[in-house]
């Protein structure tokens, strides 16, 4: 029959959207009545949508995301100061096409993390790269780095991502190394590409953390003045979730 050869060719091609479309199609009477330009475009469609998805999967691996999160899920009724019409705006992806930044600060437990993942996934879904760093770790990484000369080429491929999160910044004090590797991100990625920052930590104490006034001047000048913010507050989400778990199971 004509679809096993033309099933076969499809998938030859790499064309496998289209391939499992027209298998579909061929099982199912009332596809007889389409027009040929209505096959082609159902077919077209199972490809793009396929595609898409494997785009995603694997930007999503590469991103390797803290949290499972999808902004879908955002929790909008807990008291915690979260500006549900700021956080739709940014969930549509224009401040990473216009590379803006976003800073989210607030007390342990309220979701920075979990929001910045969120966003970074919905980043995924609209096929930017992205990739997540917790900021202790990203230290730890950059001077093993520096150390056996993978230094340079970790910093050019933090600085080509389209949008990089730097997690749970603060509230140790920076050593040389780590402000000069600070300051080269953000200087590599200054109206280039999108950063999203995570502190417990407000933004005006930002430079007792930096520790040098005029690397603390730089580096904030590039990364707060076109950054949305995000002030998170309240009590823990977790300390809530486990109480109220401990509170359904009997004594």
């Known amino acids: 029959m004509l679809s096993h050869p033309t099933i076969d060719l499809l998938?030859?091609?790499?064309?496998?959207?289209?391939?499992?479309?027209?298998?579909?199609?061929?099982?199912?009477?009332?596809?007889?009545?389409?027009?040929?330009?209505?096959?082609?475009?159902?077919?077209?469609?199972?490809?793009?949508?396929?595609?898409?998805?494997k785009r995603f999967e694997a930007r999503s691996r590469a991103a390797r995301l803290r949290h499972d999160a999808a902004v879908e899920d955002i929790d909008f009724r807990s008291p915690r100061g979260l500006d549900r019409?700021?956080?739709?705006?940014?969930?549509?992806?224009?401040?990473?096409?216009?590379?803006?930044?976003?800073?989210?600060?607030?007390?342990?437990?309220?979701g920075k993390s979990w929001l910045a993942c969120a966003l970074g996934q919905k980043a995924c879904r609209e096929d930017f790269a992205v990739a997540y760093h917790r900021v202790p770790r990203l230290f730890s990484a950059l001077a093993l780095a520096r150390g056996d000369g993978r230094h340079a080429r970790l910093l050019k491929a933090?600085?080509?991502?389209?949008?990089?999160?730097?997690?749970?910044?603060?509230?140790?004090?920076?050593?040389?190394?780590?402000?000069?590797?600070?300051?080269?991100?953000?200087?590599?990625?200054?109206?280039?590409?999108?950063?999203?920052?995570?502190?417990?930590?407000?933004?005006?104490?930002?430079?007792?953390?930096?520790?040098?006034?005029?690397?603390?001047?730089?580096?904030?000048?590039?990364?707060?003045?076109?950054a949305h913010r995000i002030a998170l507050s309240g009590e823990s989400l977790r300390k809530k979730r486990a109480l109220a778990d401990g509170a359904a199971v009997p004594a």
């Open 158 to 226: 933090i600085a080509r991502v389209d949008l990089l999160i730097l997690d749970d910044w603060g509230p140790e004090r920076l050593d040389d190394d780590q402000r000069r590797d600070l300051m080269e991100i953000v200087e590599d990625r200054h109206e280039r590409r999108s950063t999203i920052v995570t502190s417990q930590v407000p933004i005006d104490l930002w430079y007792e953390i930096i520790g040098n006034p005029t690397i603390a001047d730089a580096i904030l000048d590039r990364l707060v003045h076109n």
């Open 11 to 53: 998938t030859q091609l790499g064309l496998h959207g289209m391939a499992k479309a027209f298998q579909d199609l061929t099982t199912q009477p009332e596809a007889r009545s389409l027009e040929h330009g209505e096959w082609l475009g159902l077919l077209l469609d199972r490809e793009q949508t396929l595609r898409r998805q």
């Open 85 to 110: 019409s700021l956080l739709l705006g940014l969930t549509s992806c224009d401040w990473i096409r216009a590379r803006h930044n976003l800073i989210i600060t607030g007390p342990t437990g309220v």
